[in-house]
């Protein structure tokens, strides 16, 4: 099988945060650090953690880059730290007084977890002579790779749950009983189907910038 062409890694280095995308980052962190500033104004411990946590996790793509030269998509990092910012706000009481809140979040994690499930495998793929993974075999893998991280999700979910009933706490994280699971789950599988049927194409770009990636660590390797 003939390996695909992949761009040089000069050409491959994922394009940097513009002005704009740079200043919507900041504001996102800004609205997680206000909802934080909340839970301790609340003694809100669920939600302190969660604000803390998101804010760790918005820090992510500009440590992937500074310390493993890792060519990050600017518009990824934006959808991770929106995601985050959702969840860190549905803490405040969303959750539980919007009905639609906790699909949503689902929904948009679940495509950033497809995404770079495809993106990383397909990266792979394209960086080893070793190994090939069929498109079909790949929008299954999506599909399966999302579910079985929200499993994961869930289990930590009913876990946190068991630990706040034992100790007399709130839970770090929210579980609202097996039909709650249920329906993430089901948007869990929604969010990583619109990828795997229509997100693939958009990726191109973004896999061939990972395979120069795994291929300039090899050398340095």
Request: proline content about 5%; glycine content about 6%.
């Amino acid at each position: 099988m003939t390996r695909p062409e992949v761009a040089s890694p000069e050409d491959s280095e994922a394009p940097s945060f513009s002005p704009r995308q740079r200043a919507l980052s900041r504001t996102i962190q800004l609205v997680i650090v206000v909802v934080l500033v909340l839970g301790l104004l609340r003694r809100n411990v669920p939600v302190v953690v969660n604000a803390i946590a998101g804010l760790g996790v918005t820090a992510l793509p500009a440590v992937l880059q500074r310390d493993f030269k890792f060519p990050l998509d600017p518009r990824l990092g934006l959808l991770i730290t929106t995601a985050v910012c959702l969840h860190a706000i549905g803490m405040l009481g969303l959750y539980e007084s919007t009905w639609w809140w906790d699909h949503l979040t689902h929904t948009l994690s679940a495509t950033i977890v497809a995404s770079i499930g495809y993106t990383v495998t397909r990266a792979f793929d394209v960086h080893s002579d070793a190994v090939h993974f069929p498109e079909q075999f790949l929008v299954v893998f999506v599909l399966l790779f999302t579910l079985s991280l929200g499993v994961f999700w869930e289990v930590l979910e009913f876990g946190a749950r068991g630990v706040g009933e034992a100790i007399g706490a709130d839970p770090v994280v929210v579980q609202y009983g097996i039909h709650d699971t249920m329906f993430d789950l089901v948007f869990d599988a929604a969010g990583a189907i619109v990828v795997a049927l229509f997100g693939t194409p958009r990726l191109h770009d973004a896999v061939d910038t990972y395979a120069a990636w795994f291929d300039r660590r090899l050398e340095t390797d």
